[in-house]
């Protein structure tokens, strides 16, 4: 009987605390900081806005083309962003590719913590006083600027949401429709504006400044610019969304946006910005990428954690750049090893030695070389490119290892250039001539040619047809830029890097402030406009020790060198040109080709080709051919992409989204 | 005491499992609407390669902002599907190599639906197709023609598009065009590169273009190709109009 009535207390007891579920506890969580503790002093606000620039879209080491940022709501594996860079898509470097470049970006969890700053944080202003109350307000503004330029350089048109939503609205205030592509860039501006005139004129390594909001203003605009500038020459077929301006603008609106970058760059220049060089010019340049230079050419610079004794997986306070670009070898990568290769279509554009000549007949053929050092070691080449690439001869600092590539041996060359290059990986001639190997990592194949024996047929770094795409090198050459001349035994595998990554530096500034100034020349028919874009080209250029370049006053069309669909005079080609050399694997030239509209017919099946070293037995001498690399990776662009479709998740939440024309 | 809490216990298990185990009771979707792609300026159908072009649908009685479906529109011009969701549709032939149709709206899809043709006008006709092989070597030659140089669209004068190039088709199997060929021949070497308004092309104004056009393949002894030009412009997705399809033994083991 007494065991029934404990059963019974104990079922009432159960079902009793079922009912008291109901009950709301309303209590403050324990352990995070609410609004008042984090406002009211500068530790706090920095803790505040530190969360918010950890999530910057920066394409920065760690992006990866299809994925998306490295960034707290993605996934792992971060060590193949830099094989899998937006590099490959633009043709700068060959590597992996899975997709065109299209990773959904729609942070607007993000913009509203920085909306609620905005909001609340002129409500502090006693105790910061008014000055750091801007201070602080410029730089929200700032860092919602970055936000949305992530957004309106992919989608277009997007929602505009500058204040914060209240989650009990009724839904049909929450779905807020797409602003126009115009108002948007307008509004970054509006964000950037304030910021160059609000933000601190100084901070530290890691931290914005209002110059770092100036830079992003010639970026930004200069992105607005081309879009008003060429989108009419792509012909989509209007509909909703073109014909409501959510995608696309016209060429009369670009003069304006061209102008606000010039402006920026103007403030910049005031702000006693300048080019880092030195007396050895390649030392210089990488020097660029390796040094601190707060206050001197970095207007803003990502930094990564310190190394670690072992490595962390999977942090984004880490990157992995050394592994990935160095070859396997004794104090170069100890993980995976050179898995994104230099590609021949940006090797050479950089100055150097002529690489073919003319016979006696007139047909093109490839230059002997003694050496093949004496490519990198002659005057002819630019220190940059000594800076920016390893060549073959060329010895890595930190690990003093000599870079040996070879991509095999001739038994004799007698044809011509034309003979020995081909849209596939060989033809007839290159059968007949050509010796290449199959020899493993870590090895070189010697052989008898020709009845000469001890002919080496590779290099210790590359290039052989076995062992992959990473470890040794396909095209031959290694990226140098960024590598870390001063890293220790171990401090080169996988999340192991942490050198800083310069998000905006003044060379780009002074880039962006050329290709405004022809654009709006030719705009106007302005030629002193055009001729001022080539004072800082040539700032440029002489800091990379290459030769100034001389406007030509009657320039060709050279755009259908690229089936371009509209004609490009060579001086604005070569003003991208620059681009391409100053900025190389700073993760920009898939966005400007992007930008200028060029990207698909450049990239219709397009392959990568390398800076190939041969030895010519019967010569004793040594050539370079551009074969393509070995893994025969083709690639292609579906100009759909210059404006991406709108998420389709985020139409589910929002019926108000038009979604983009063309596709 | 034990039977109650025991059977309270089971019963709760049970009411669990069972609210597992729906059902989805559903139908497959079993509309169908099929119909013809046809060229306006010719009547008959739109000269094509399979799945080129295709008819994007949109099911407006579902949702105010759908998303776009399509169907593929086959090698000879025609369309089908018989897996829609019955409802009301808006309709229109989406981005091929012809002047932008008109959508046409609240097409009724069911069990039994009526075929919804659609006319539309080729930006370009290719014309004078020939090929003729001399042992393994195929010279193909055509000219184009374009049957409107200019259209309203929108309230606008829009001129045709800037014509791009003329390319060789030649496959193995019975379809030929930019969705099956032989890869080898999509280089630069076998294709003539336009890039220049039409009227650089049709300099006399006739509607046909002054040159004829010749490209020069090698082939293989013993293969029997299929083999069409196609010549594309400036639009949204440069896809190829084409001539018709020409087969081509080549003698030999």
Redesign the interface.
């Known amino acids: 009987m007494r065991?029934?009535n404990i059963?019974?207390l104990l079922?009432v007891v159960i079902l009793g605390f079922m009912a008291l579920s109901c009950h709301e506890l309303d209590l403050e969580p324990k352990g995070i900081f609410d609004e008042g503790t984090l406002f009211n002093s500068d530790y706090g606000i920095r803790t505040y806005l530190g969360a918010i620039y950890n999530e910057l879209p920066i394409e920065d080491f760690n992006y990866y083309h299809n994925r998306g940022y490295a960034s707290g709501n993605n996934i792992s594996n971060y060590w193949e962003g830099q094989k899998n860079s937006p590099a490959v898509l633009g043709g700068e470097a060959t590597g992996r590719r899975d997709g065109d470049g299209t990773p959904e970006y729609w942070p607007y969890e993000r913009i509203r913590r920085i909306n609620n700053f905005i909001e609340a944080i002129p409500q502090y202003v006693e105790i910061h006083g008014e000055e750091l109350t801007n201070q602080y307000l410029g730089e929200a503004h700032f860092l919602r600027a970055f936000y949305y330029f992530g957004m309106v350089k992919r989608y277009g048109g997007v929602p505009i949401i500058k204040e914060v939503q209240d989650p009990a609205a009724p839904l049909e205030e929450l779905w807020t429709p797409r602003s126009t592509e115009y108002d948007s860039w307008k509004f970054i501006y509006e964000d950037l504006k304030f910021a160059m005139a609000n933000m601190a004129e100084e901070s530290v390594t890691g931290r914005a400044n209002r110059y770092s909001a100036a830079a992003l203003m010639t970026r930004a605009m200069l992105y607005a610019g081309s879009t008003a500038n060429y989108f009419e020459t792509?012909?989509?077929?209007?509909g909703p969304a073109i014909?409501g301006g959510l995608m696309g603008m016209k060429r009369s609106q670009a003069a304006e946006f061209y102008e606000y970058v010039i402006e920026a760059a103007e403030l910049i220049e005031r702000g006693g910005y300048r080019l880092h060089d030195g007396v050895n010019k390649e030392v210089a340049f990488t020097e660029v990428f390796t040094e601190d230079l707060n206050g001197i050419e970095d207007l803003f610079v990502k930094l990564f954690g310190p190394y670690g004794s072992s490595s962390i997986y999977n942090s984004r306070l880490h990157h992995s750049w050394d592994s990935m670009v160095l070859p396997l070898g004794t104090g170069l990568a100890s993980d995976v090893g050179s898995a994104l290769h230099p590609a021949w279509d940006l090797i050479k554009l950089y100055q150097m030695p002529a690489l073919a000549e003319e016979n006696e007949q007139g047909e093109l053929v490839p230059v002997r070389f003694d050496s093949m050092n004496d490519l990198w070691q002659s005057e002819e080449m630019e220190p940059r490119a000594r800076g920016t690439f390893f060549f073959s001869g060329m010895t890595e600092p930190a690990s003093g290892e000599v870079m040996d590539l070879q991509a095999g041996v001739y038994r004799s060359f007698p044809g011509t250039l034309a003979d020995a290059t081909a849209?596939a990986q060989t033809n007839d001639y290159m059968e007949r001539y050509r010796i290449r190997t199959h020899i493993g990592k870590g090895a070189i194949d010697i052989q008898t040619v020709g009845g000469i024996p001890g002919v080496k047929i590779n290099g210790l770094y590359g290039m052989s047809l076995s062992g992959g795409d990473e470890g040794r090198s396909l095209t031959g050459a290694f990226i140098r830029k960024y590598v870390n001349p001063k890293a220790i035994a171990g401090e080169r595998g996988l999340y192991r890097s942490s050198t800083p990554f310069k998000v905006f530096r003044y060379a780009e500034v002074l880039l962006n402030r050329a290709e405004a100034l022809y654009e709006l020349g030719l705009l106007k028919g302005d030629e002193s406009l055009k001729a001022e874009a080539f004072v800082y080209i040539n700032q440029v250029r002489e800091r990379a020790g290459a030769r100034p370049y001389t406007m030509v006053s009657a320039p060709v069309d050279v755009g259908?060198e690229i089936?371009a669909?509209y004609p490009i005079d060579e001086n604005l080609q070569f003003i991208r040109d620059e681009r391409a050399r100053e900025l190389a694997f700073e993760n920009h030239r898939f966005f400007d080709l992007r930008r200028w509209r060029v990207l698909h017919t450049k990239m219709e099946?397009f392959y990568a080709r390398g800076l190939m070293g041969y030895y010519v037995v019967d010569e004793g001498k040594y050539i370079f051919l551009n074969d393509r690399e070995k893994e025969n990776r083709g690639l292609n662009y579906n100009?759909?992409n210059y404006h991406q479709q709108i998420p389709?998740g985020q139409?589910n939440r929002n019926?108000?989204?038009?979604?983009n024309d063309?596709h | 005491m034990k039977k109650f809490v025991y059977s309270l216990v089971g019963a709760v298990s049970v009411l669990c499992m069972v609210s597992c185990m729906e059902i989805d009771n559903f139908d497959a979707p079993d509309a169908r609407i099929s119909g013809r792609l046809i060229d306006k300026t010719t009547g008959e159908n739109f000269i094509t390669d399979h799945g080129d072009t295709h008819i994007r649908l949109w099911e407006m009685s579902y949702s105010s902002n759908p998303a776009p479906q399509g169907i593929p529109v086959r090698f000879d011009g025609t369309y089908n599907n018989e897996k829609l969701f019955a409802g009301t549709y808006d309709m229109l032939p989406f981005n091929g190599p012809y002047w932008p149709a008109d959508t046409i709206r609240g097409v009724r899809i069911g069990k039994k639906t009526a075929p919804q043709d659609f006319e539309v006008i080729p930006y370009l006709h290719i014309i004078d197709f020939e090929a003729v092989l001399e042992s393994t070597t195929l010279t193909l030659s055509c000219r184009l023609s374009a049957p409107f140089t200019e259209m309203i669209i929108n309230e606008e004068l829009v001129p045709l598009p800037n014509v791009l190039e003329v390319r060789p088709f030649l496959s193995l199997t019975m379809y030929c065009g930019a969705a099956n060929y032989i890869g080898e021949y999509w280089t630069n070497e076998y294709r003539v590169n336009l890039r220049v308004p039409w009227e650089r092309i049709d300099a006399d104004g006739d509607g046909l273009s002054d040159k004829t056009y010749t490209i020069t393949v090698p082939v293989k002894e013993g293969y029997t190709y299929n083999v069409r030009m196609g010549a594309n412009v400036n639009y949204t997705d440069q896809k190829f109009n084409y001539s018709e399809v020409k087969r081509i033994k080549v003698p030999g083991n």
């Open positions: 065991k029934n059963c019974r079922v792509l012909n989509i077929t209007p014909n849209d259908k089936n669909i099946n100009r759909a389709g139409i019926p108000n989204l038009i979604r063309g």
